[in-house]
């Protein structure tokens, strides 16, 4: 078990930001392949943005030129920016990590490990 922590979501309005963190403890996450999922009430949880193994990363592209993933590896957290965040980001985002290579943007059943989610509201 890996056990993952999510932290930094919260209230903004269209147009602001936030920062959503990734803490790992008792893995390296450098050595993980770790995606951000969000799933919204009665819908297929999504994914939004993965960084693999090599670092390569990925985005959906409803958040594409929006998001950023990044990695510090001193704090062995992944961290997802969220800039120009929409009404339509709202959402329990998780995070989720798996030691296999992924090649790509990964979808639930690529990930053996998962966070508890943080809540994203953004209002109109």
């Known amino acids: 078990e890996v056990p993952l922590v999510e932290s930094g979501g919260g209230l903004v309005q269209a147009g602001g930001s936030l920062r959503l963190s990734c803490a790992a403890s008792?893995?390296?996450?450098?050595?993980?392949?770790v995606g951000w999922f969000r799933q919204t009430p009665g819908k297929k949880r999504e994914a939004v943005s993965t960084i693999t193994r090599d670092r390569s990363t990925y985005y959906s592209d409803s958040v594409k030129g929006r998001f950023t993933i990044s990695s510090d590896s001193a704090k062995n957290t992944i961290y997802l920016q969220m800039d120009n965040l929409k009404p339509e980001d709202t959402a329990m985002y998780y995070c989720a990590a798996d030691p296999f290579p992924l090649r790509g943007l990964g979808v639930v059943d690529d990930f053996a490990h998962w966070g508890p989610g943080t809540r994203v509201t953004v209002s109109s």
């Open positions: 008792g893995v390296t996450l450098n050595d993980q392949s």
